[in-house]
């Protein structure tokens, strides 16, 4: 079973984006732990998107820490795609995913983060990164790695949707690209060439 990168941000409130699978969920207190966060601390649980290796430890997680779980609307509305149809293409029986709310006007803050929801289709059709143009960060999920895309060929998948997103992602001044899976990507630089390369070599043999 497939984990993901998950990403904190400590503050108030304290959100914790993507926690990941169930079967990992004690592997990720202890790092968070190592981190200096207790489950205690977490106020806003919230997904790139509603693949499980991303989400499937919201309720566990909820459960431990009490913080509520929020989403995006589009998660709501593309939901038997994302979750039950994918959830069949592996032959899993579906997620039980519950929401506590929806995120309004696409903007997520803490008392000194601002973060602006860019929906961002392609790898699924609820996919939504997180940015702070303040920072120059990005939480993008399965969208772009370092040196790689999401998969489009999963239920809701579109590499024209990939393309168009992926392009206007690369408008923005970034230099902290926090992506689902792998490594980081951190300096203008580096984000700069990761999206030449994507946008080269990648993106045309979708
Ligand atoms: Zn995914
Ligand atoms: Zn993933």
Known sequence: MLDCNTYVIKGT???IIDPG??????????ALHQDGIDAKDIDII????????????N??????????????????KFYNVTVIETA????????????????????????????????????SPD???FYCQKDRLLICGDVI???????????????????HSIEELSQLEISYLLPGH??????????????????RSVLRWL
């Open 145 to 163: 790695f370092a040196g790689n895309t999401g998969r489009v060929d999963l239920p809701g998948g579109n590499a024209d949707e990939l393309r």
């Open 13 to 15: 409130p304290t959100i």
């Open 59 to 76: 309720e566990a997680l909820k459960q431990l820490s009490g913080a509520r779980i929020l989403s995006h609307p589009l998660q709501n």
């Open 127 to 129: 996919s939504i990164c």
């Open 182 to 199: 792998m490594d980081t990507v951190t300096s203008a630089e580096k984000v700069r060439s990761n999206f030449d390369f994507i946008k």
């Open 88 to 123: 069949k293409f592996f032959g899993l029986p579906p997620m039980e995913f519950a929401t506590d709310g929806y995120i309004g006007n696409n903007k997520l803050d803490t008392a000194d983060m601002e973060f602006e929801l860019i929906p961002s289709p392609g790898h």
């Open 21 to 30: 699978s169930t079967q990992f969920l004690t592997t990720l207190i202890q």
């Open 46 to 57: 919230t997904n790139t998107h509603l693949h499980c290796d991303h989400c499937s430890a």
